[in-house]
């Protein structure tokens, strides 16, 4: 079996954000589609396209109106056909989003629910419940949403009376699918064989931990614990058991295909739980978190991958379209450039966000201009790190995002945003590149993600991970400069001295196939 999604780089596409080709300042699928080669020529093998399904955008696409059907914002199915066509023609595989805790309030099925009324089969496919208190004017529990507020709405029913409620783990507009309902199942297992007979390489499952509510919706014991953003904090609304059931039924529709189509969860738990979701019959990948939200601190990053490791293959990840771009995050350009090497380099999967290869930074995005529904509800955005990508120096259709003349980009373009762009060459562009070809040669020596890592710090702020086959990664992380591991640098995320130290915020790739020579420098190849 051709398990392409175990070594993969897969350059992620938030298709808003990406290319616009018809001029209305947001990104869609012909602008994907021409550009593939740029992505293509980056060394990615597969990429992946966030939601782009029919839906009213109440959260930019995970809102679901329409499982099948791509939203006339950004094309159509005819249009998507073509992304398919043109990305396997240029060797890259396609992982489409599918978004199963919940659909959008204009979902058909949702509409007919609120029109049946109370104790109705339409009703028993999400989560309507009775109030509390006098007049049912009290939430069913005391769960709070991902985005801030209540998890549960109040509808109107008939002759305009206060009504039942709805659970909503993220925005209102977002009703969550009961799961314990068998009628779900079977609503997606044909959404999974639409996108599969298709031709699409895989799936990536939004919240995929989510799903399964605990039996009766208890209360949360202190709901206060529960931070903004994170679902894992509600243990009732995530990780139950019979999740694990939905995944085993897909795993069997997706290995009867002539090639296997990839299951890829979002599973934002701690490594010891989110290993469960990659057992043999279950998932094939589920991203690994831990790197999102950890300091940058030698000893956290070696403990993290350790910890990883221990539990099988790992999707590597320091970027994605919810979390604040590396060099804000980390404080610096090169520490994002030294992460991303790093992350390149280490056995199993990695995931890169679309303007991560150019550097970019986190964006600050005016109060007025902000999109994201958890703004209003939490005080988070996440609009900063969805800025439209820079193509061009010259600003002429935002730096090129969309044609000369255009309306607007959806999000503002600060000023400068040229020169990150693409015809700029930025120096992460050309590490990027570096970086995928030599991994390539390394997965034709037969690396791969098999491959045993040692870790260590050393020096007090030396991080170090020695993969099998002699190959190892080093990364300064303090704030000065450390004795250069034994052995040739390959690449580097950064200048070196020359006098046998690494310079902080700085990454490298190691050969250890054979010691350096009597005064070998450091160098690439």
Known sequence: MDSWWRDAVVYQIYPRSFADS??????????????????AGLGADAVWLTPFQRSPQADHGYDVSDYRDVDPLFGDLAAFDALLAEAHARGLRVIVDVVPNHCSAEHPLFRAALAAGPGSAERARFHFADGRGPGGDEPPNNWPSVFGGPAWTR?????????QWYLHQYAPEQPDWNWRNPRTAEFFDDVLRFWFDRGVDG??????HGLVKAQGLPDLPDPHTVAPMRLRGNPLACDQDEVHDVYRRWRVLADSYDPPRALIGEVNLDPERAARYVRPDELHQAFAFAFVTAPWDARRWRDIGSRLLAHGDVTWVVENHDVVRTPTRYGNAARARAALLTILGLPGAAYVYQGQELGLPEVAVPSSARQDPAWARSGISRDGC??????????AGAFGFSPAG?????????RGWGEHATEAEPETLALCRAALALRRRWLADGLGADDAVEWAVHDGDLLLAVRGKGLAVAVAMGGRPVPLPAGDVMLASGPLTGDGHLPPDTAVWLSRRRPAGPGRGPGSP
């Open 203 to 208: 799936l990536r499952i939004d919240v995929a």
């Open 386 to 395: 969805r800025v439209p990508l820079p193509w061009h120096r010259d600003p």
């Open 22 to 39: 018809d001029g209305d300042g947001v990104g869609d699928l012909a602008g994907i589609t021409a550009r593939l080669g740029y992505v």
């Open 155 to 163: 509808v109107t029913e008939a002759g305009g009376r206060p009504g």
């Open 406 to 414: 255009s309306a607007p980009p959806w999000l503002p373009v600060p």
